[in-house]
């Protein structure tokens, strides 16, 4: 079986891209050894699909299954998708209700030991997968490892280390800090996915992540590792960035299914203080407006 046509010095953020590892000729499905299944939904990501890809394809492991669910794109993306479609185990492509929706396709889908899920636009980082095999063989009773990370721009440049947390009810409930759990550097197992429900909340688009979290929180603690595993890009036209006025509502919604009603009071506490502040703006640029305006026209003198 061919590789596909890789450009001799591919730049991919952790990896040498002087000396890029190759891709394997195929992937198995050893039932003797752990097989990872990676879903990857992507709608219109042709830019950065093929990057996430050879994110994984470059681990040096090859008891993968790769899951793609494509909601149907019109850019580059099924291009890219067919000159890797010889590592792909499953393409789904047709329409979804989003993000949610896709993921929960693909883990249907899944028939791997351990599980995970990688935006269309992320990256695994070096080593990824061996970290994780050796966490799970240190802690035969682990069923969630987290990993370290970092986020970086479209164009690949590093802005900002998020270090490994365990998965406790704390830890979680610092959000609001900004302490986080980086989605692109976790996994965990399937017996654990299923116990948790075994899907992600489609109500969601932003939190669905966060929301596992709890669930998995409310089975174990997760085995933490400060190795970076993956990274997440961070541009002007990211999900997180253009759907952001849905995240209060969404992290309200999940404090009060996980009885976080402390957690739940501040932040409404702070949203209605927000309003009433902003509220207080605009009523004195209103009362403002009429005489800028009249200042503007030289219809009144200036101060």
Known sequence: MAEPPLPASRPLYGWSAA?????????STDPGRPLFSIVIPTLNQGAFIEDTLLSILWQGYDNVEIIVVDGGSTDDTPAVLERYRPWISVLISEPDRGQSDAINKGFRRASGSILAWLNSDDLYLPGAFRTVLEAFAAHPDGRWVIGSGDIISADQRFLRHVPAREGSEQTLLAIEN??????QSCFWSASLWREAG???DESLSLLMDYDLWWRFSRR???????EKLGAMR??????????????????????ARYGASASLDRLVQRLLAEKSALGERLSALERQLPVRLLRRLRLLPRP
């Open 220 to 226: 174990c603690t997760g085995i933490v590792t400060q």
């Open 234 to 255: 961070y541009y002007a036209t990211v999900k997180t960035r253009r759907q952001g006025e849905r995240f209060p509502a969404e992290l309200a919604t999940i404090y």
């Open 178 to 183: 900004d302490c986080f759990l980086l989605q």
């Open 19 to 27: 000396d890029p590892p190759s891709v394997p000729e195929r992937l």
């Open 198 to 200: 075994g899907q992600v």
